[in-house]
């Protein structure tokens, strides 16, 4: 017995229920129930999303012929791949540099940091090979295409946060912590070490034969001195004596360089871990300057002098007054001695807050900044201001100390000075403000002495002011 109600169809209620539930979704009311299978065939399909479009490089990054400026630094990253050598390292490093020069001035200095950590990687895996990881070269390799990403891209604060920052967190973690400016010494001294393994494997020439043979002259180094024959200052005439006593002299020098410049740092890096690859090369290099000792010691034969006299060296000429390179210096009383500073060098001149003052023999650059969410890339100038805010929070220079006096807090009053340029600074407490002074009418005496910060002496009205800049030593 059925109850339902005569002529009540369940599957047309059913089928009108599911209609009327799906229809907000399915975008058609229950009338799209009655649509053929046939027609959801013919629906047009989905037009698949347009491709990304690659942002053009700017034309100061394209050469003539249309390349784009990366391309040697690829090429040279896959020889790296291939080969660490230091030609390999240091075509890499030309071309980085040749990158960065050609990117925009805006751009360049924002990805200073990058360029940095790259260079610096090249250079460490010039020094010390072995303590670099084997994906060193493609943490290079992302770090390119992050500056290509960045040459394309309108607006660098885009991609900060999703290629920048990571970036920067790859190099730093792939840089060892290796001692810098020994990329040349490493580099020449492995092309020497293996000179001078070919040349002791092969058989020495024997003893009746007066001249080598040309494939062993041919590779010996420039620094290593020949066999002088014996006796080579027997003719008794004037040239062989001033001959002699020249070669005396330079033994005596040759045995001072040897005692108290290559022993102490050769004895040095054999004490301090890491440093196994220096020591090595200082150990090279003291016994082939023994070597030549011996040579010399054995051609003098009885005419060797231990307490021969060296000779004085010839009195400097003297230095002409020329024109001051600087139209302006800034005159600054420093310990109560007068001295200057280029202008352009000034990456900072203020009265800085209390505990700046506190900061002893040594300043953190980043306890400039003015208060606590502060920038201290807004109160530097110069070649400072356009380093990354996260290399100026680590920066720390030098605080002068001309009297040679013991460290002392300086005035309350007293204004600090900071000069920068290429990497070096050095921080000095003023007495009293800089002044401009226009260097037409003085006298200038330049110094050649590269181990001073002191580049030479103006004369202004009777007065005599050295001149201190940041340079290269």
């Known amino acids: 017995m059925n109850d339902s109600p005569p002529g009540r169809d369940f599957h047309a209620e059913i089928d009108d229920a599911i209609d009327t539930l799906f229809a907000p979704h399915a975008g058609a009311g229950p009338e799209a129930s009655a649509t053929p299978v046939s ?169 009746a034969k007066a001249a080598p043979a040309p494939a062993q002259s041919a590779s010996m180094d420039e620094d290593l001195l020949p066999e002088l024959p014996a006796a080579f200052g027997a003719s008794g005439g004037r040239a062989s004596r001033v001959l002699v006593e020249a070669v005396n002299a330079h033994l005596v020098v040759l045995g001072k360089c040897i005692a108290k410049r290559i022993i102490p740092v050769e004895n040095l890096f054999a004490k301090t871990p890491g440093y196994e690859k220096l020591h090595a090369i200082h150990t090279e290099l003291r016994e082939r300057l023994e070597r030549q000792k011996q040579n010399l010691l054995k051609a003098l034969g009885d005419d060797y002098q231990a307490d021969a006299v060296v000779p004085a060296e010839p009195a400097k000429p003297a230095v002409t007054a020329t024109a001051c390179p600087w139209p302006t210096v800034a005159l600054a009383d420093v310990g109560g001695r007068m001295v200057a500073f280029l202008p352009e060098q000034i990456a900072y001149e203020d009265k800085p807050a209390g505990k700046v003052r506190k900061c002893g023999s040594f300043l953190p650059i980043k306890n400039l900044k003015r208060g606590f969410f502060g920038k201290i890339g807004f109160v530097v100038r110069g070649e400072l201001s356009f380093l990354d805010e996260a290399i100026l929070k680590t920066l720390t220079i030098p605080v002068a100390n001309l009297s040679g006096q013991e460290a002392r807090e300086p005035k309350a009053d007293s204004s600090l000075l900071v000069v920068f340029k290429a990497n070096s600074g050095m921080a000095f407490w003023l ?25 030479g002496t103006l004369t202004v009205q009777g007065n005599s002011v050295p001149v201190i800049t940041m340079r290269s030593v």
């Open 39 to 207: 027609d959801k065939a013919v629906s047009p399909a989905p037009v698949a999303p347009a491709p990304e479009k690659v942002a053009p490089l700017p034309a100061s990054l394209l050469t003539a012929d249309g390349a784009d400026a990366f391309s040697p630094f690829e090429e040279a990253l896959l020889s790296l791949d291939w080969e660490i050598s230091p030609d390999n390292i240091e075509t890499a490093r030309k071309a980085l540099k040749e990158i960065q020069g050609n990117f925009e001035v805006d751009k360049a200095v924002a990805l200073t940091e990058i360029f940095a950590l790259m260079d610096r990687l090249l250079e460490v895996m010039a020094i010390a090979p072995q303590n670099v990881s084997t994906s060193a070269p493609k943490t290079l390799q992302e770090g390119l295409q992050t500056l290509r990403a960045a040459a394309g891209a309108e607006d660098l604060s885009l991609i900060e946060q999703t290629l920048v920052d990571p970036t920067l967190s790859e190099l730093r973690a792939a840089i060892p912590n290796i001692p810098k400016d020994y990329s040349k010494l490493v580099s020449k001294t492995q092309g020497v070490a293996g000179t001078e393994q070919k040349t002791a494997a092969a058989p020495p020439a024997p003893a």
């Open 431 to 455: 007495d009293k403000p800089t002044e401009q002074l226009d260097t037409s009418n003085g006298r200038w005496e330049p110094l050649t002495d590269p181990g001073t910060l002191v580049a």
